[in-house]
């Protein structure tokens, strides 16, 4: 089947359920306490490479309960902030991978007080994160905040087009970010496509963080395949339980495949 293209943590049983289904990409979306076994990290990858497997990393979301800010007034989070980004590039240049990164989550201080000045401030932070790797990280877009398409006015402008950034950009968050809004959600991915390498492509009804499956919301997929085709992508669905069985993600993958794309005729599964 075409597009099997997963999410995954660590764990053997998690990563065995999605090797079953001969997947091109799986993404493993780390924890800090997984960057203590840096060796693990690098075996995952390696075990990725030698099915075949096209391997990408997710930078911890978290360090020790408090969600990642760039630019964060607690320093012990900025510094596990650059260590771990440090040490996430040198794996994925050495073991050959990419890692995303987001600049901030929601209800962190990048989220209050949206400014060009603040814009500013943001993009010198990314650059200094760049200087580890520029070929590694991909930006992952937030819901609001400094990096959020529909809450940051001067985003692309001032910080994706002066540092030629490389984006994974959400589909969801982006169409959250403008409140359920496709014709917005179009124009993001039409001014962002130069720069994107790399998308999670997850349903929504466009009014919270809800991780559907695709087809269970309102984003119009028919319009965002022809943007992602070509280029990589994964189907980061919420699951259930302890997240060792991926289905929603296979049945994502089912759905995307049986999409007309908007000015390409029917894609054949």
């Known amino acids: 089947m075409n597009y099997i293209r997963l999410k995954a943590n660590l764990e053997k049983r998690n990563l065995d359920d999605r090797l079953a289904y001969d997947p091109d990409i799986i993404e493993f979306y780390l924890s800090d306490r997984d960057l203590k076994q840096p060796a693990l990290i690098r075996e995952r990858i390696r ?19 408090e969600y990642l800010d760039i630019l964060s007034d607690n320093p012990n989070v900025r510094r596990f902030y650059h260590e771990s980004c440090e040490l996430l590039a040198r794996i994925c240049t050495e073991e050959r991978a990419k890692c995303v990164v987001h600049a901030h989550y929601v209800n962190t201080e990048s989220c209050r007080n949206v400014t060009r000045e603040r814009t500013i401030r943001l993009r010198e932070e990314i650059r200094r994160i760049m200087a580890y790797s520029r070929e590694v990280f991909v930006w992952e877009d937030s819901i609001e905040g400094l990096f959020s398409y529909g809450h940051n006015p001067y985003l692309i402008d001032d910080v994706i087009v002066p540092l030629d950034l490389p984006l994974n950009v959400d589909v969801s968050h982006t169409f959250i970010s403008f409140g359920g809004d496709n014709e917005r959600l179009r124009d993001i991915l039409e001014r962002t496509a130069n720069y994107a390498l ?24 028919r319009m965002v ?18 997240h060792s069985d991926c289905t929603p993600m296979i049945e994502s993958a089912r759905y995307f495949a049986d999409v007309d794309a908007e000015g390409r005729g029917t894609q054949v599964d």
């Open 47 to 65: 075990q990725l490479h030698d099915r075949g497997v096209k391997p990408y990393l997710h930078h911890p979301p978290r360090y020790e309960g």
């Open 198 to 221: 790399y998308y999670h492509l997850v349903d929504s009804m466009g009014l919270e963080h809800d991780s559907l499956p695709l087809g269970m919301g309102k984003i119009d997929w």
């Open 225 to 242: 395949k022809p943007f992602v085709l070509g280029k990589d992508f994964i189907f980061e669905i919420t699951l259930s339980g302890d």
